[in-house]
């Protein structure tokens, strides 16, 4: 078990960079006409929660930013307390996902992130999933595991983007290998991060719904930190 007090520092612009340069170049395999589709996993265990609230807040940019490239259908999932892990239908709009998220208490419990994995294989496999949102800040499982689901998703053409709150060393290098065999991105965040972490989840966001044109479109009509970040990478 990977100790969760470790103290945290804020995203430098290097590590903001690099992400967004992976988001570029990741795969983005959708059907013309067709509605993208998310998932959004979060870890829910207890020491989760203040971030929890926090992405209630933000995660509306998600389907905002997507609304004028044919909009975006996310499923929320989630993990907590004694092995429960929930996954939402699909949702159409941000009042949904909010509603979903409020709903939502952290408790205490170890990570499942095979669950996770494993679910997004399955769904992408149903029907194609453009991309997989996680955010978290603990790994307490068998890793190589983990790398087996994330290297099939990867061959699956879904892309998973690993959000790390705090920075402890061995989840780093387990969220970056994850990203890594899927062929998404790792980024870390902290309290101080929020506009960061809202500017990030719509780069996704319009990844997912459109591919790496429409991100490209979406960072020229939008002015402040999105533009602006992914500006530095050409």
């Known amino acids: 078990m990977t100790d969760r007090s470790c103290p945290t520092s804020r995203s430098n612009h290097q590590e903001i960079d690099q992400f967004l340069k992976q988001v570029r170049q990741a795969p983005a395999l959708r059907d013309t006409g067709v509605q993208g589709r998310l998932i959004f996993a979060l870890d829910a265990t207890l020491s989760r929660q203040p971030t929890w609230d926090q992405a209630c ?3 509306s940019e998600m389907f905002n930013a997507t609304r004028a490239i044919g909009g975006l259908q996310i499923q929320l999932c989630y993990y907590r307390g004694f092995a429960e892990f929930s996954s939402s239908e699909w949702l159409r709009n941000t009042h949904s996902l909010t509603q979903a998220m409020n709903s939502v208490s952290c ?3 170890r990570t499942q992130l095979e669950r996770l994995l494993n679910h997004a294989c399955m769904e992408t496999r149903r029907k194609k999933v453009q991309a997989v ?3 978290g800040d603990c790994v307490e499982e068998e890793v190589d595991r983990l790398f087996r689901h994330a290297g099939e998703l990867g061959l699956l053409g879904t892309p998973v983007f690993m959000f790390q709150e705090g920075n402890e060393l061995v989840t780093k290098r387990t969220f970056k290998r994850i ?3 899927s062929g998404g991105a790792w980024c870390h ?3 101080h991060s929020a506009q960061t972490l809202k500017a990030l989840l719509a780069a996704v966001a319009v990844f997912a719904s459109g591919g790496r044109r429409a991100l490209e479109d979406f960072a020229q009509h939008h002015q402040g930190e999105v533009r602006r970040l992914v ?3 050409r």
């Open 57 to 59: 807040h933000i995660q």
């Open 231 to 233: 500006h530095q990478l």
């Open 107 to 109: 408790l205490a419990g």
């Open 189 to 191: 965040f902290d309290a």
């Open 133 to 135: 949102i996680f955010i």
């Open 179 to 181: 990203a890594e065999l």
